[in-house]
């Protein structure tokens, strides 16, 4: 089955605010989580990955949270751009699954309103 | 940085016909696999191989077959086309498998099956 799930498939925000995308995921013993930009005709996106050991971090403009206890994950995007508009999509490597073991979730996709 | 390469870009097929997608990619990763993405579907990995020389069953392998001509090629064959397998098929690359490191994306072919 799925384990690696969005709580919304689509998101609308005002370009200028802070946009927050949610995975959930199903694994405890997940190690490893990707996030991924996907924009029309195009092929999925590296934005930021995060460990297991950490809660948090952080790139350009984007933060990625974990928290283990509830198997959460978001990504958060600050000061959003028209060119933020695209699917976003988690990916969770399960320790001895082969192939890295990533799993994709389907996505949500983030649209940016003038 | 052309990173992960695919050709064509785009493909129609006649039922029973073959056909094989190329991909190449220039950042000397060690792992490269291949995916389906199909509409409301998260990514699905059909081959990979972890390393050149060796390849190895994804979730879903069937009616395909695969070649890791060299480091830097992969190929992807559908012998005898069939309407299931439209999708859009995308490569991927990783710097080495199962060390949690993110896979990198060509931006896709778009296959449809008469």
């Known amino acids: 089955g799925e384990s690696v799930g969005l709580h919304l498939p689509t998101l609308s925000v005002q370009e200028g605010d802070n946009s927050i995308i949610n995975c959930a995921y199903s694994?405890?013993?997940?190690?490893?989580f990707i996030w991924y930009k996907q924009e029309s005709g195009k092929g999925p996106q590296f934005i930021i990955d995060?460990?297991?050991?950490?809660d948090k971090r952080q790139g350009q403009r984007v933060t990625v949270l974990l928290n283990k206890t509830v198997k959460h994950l978001s990504l958060q995007i600050a000061a959003t751009q028209p060119g933020d508009s695209a699917v976003y999509f988690c990916?969770?490597?399960?320790?001895?699954?082969?192939?890295?073991?990533?799993?994709f979730g389907k996505g949500t996709h983030l649209i940016i309103q003038p | 940085n052309a990173g992960v390469t695919q050709t064509p870009k785009f493909q129609v097929l006649k039922t029973g016909q073959s056909m094989t997608l190329q991909c190449a990619q220039d950042m000397n990763h060690n792992s490269m696999y291949w995916y389906r993405q199909d509409p409301g579907m998260g990514l699905r990995l059909i081959y990979y191989?972890?390393?050149?020389?060796?390849?190895d069953k994804g979730e879903v392998p069937n009616g395909y077959n695969v070649s890791r001509l060299n480091k830097r090629e992969f190929s992807l064959r559908l012998e005898s086309a069939a309407p299931s397998q439209t999708s859009v098929y995308f490569c991927a690359s990783s710097d080495s498998w199962g060390n949690n490191q993110p896979q990198h994306f060509g931006d896709g072919t778009r296959l449809s099956i008469l």
């Open positions: 191989s972890a390393s050149e020389g060796t390849t």
């Open positions: 990916a969770e490597n399960i320790p001895g699954g082969g192939a890295d073991g990533l799993t």
């Open positions: 995060i460990r297991s050991n950490m």
């Open positions: 694994n405890s013993a997940s190690d490893y």
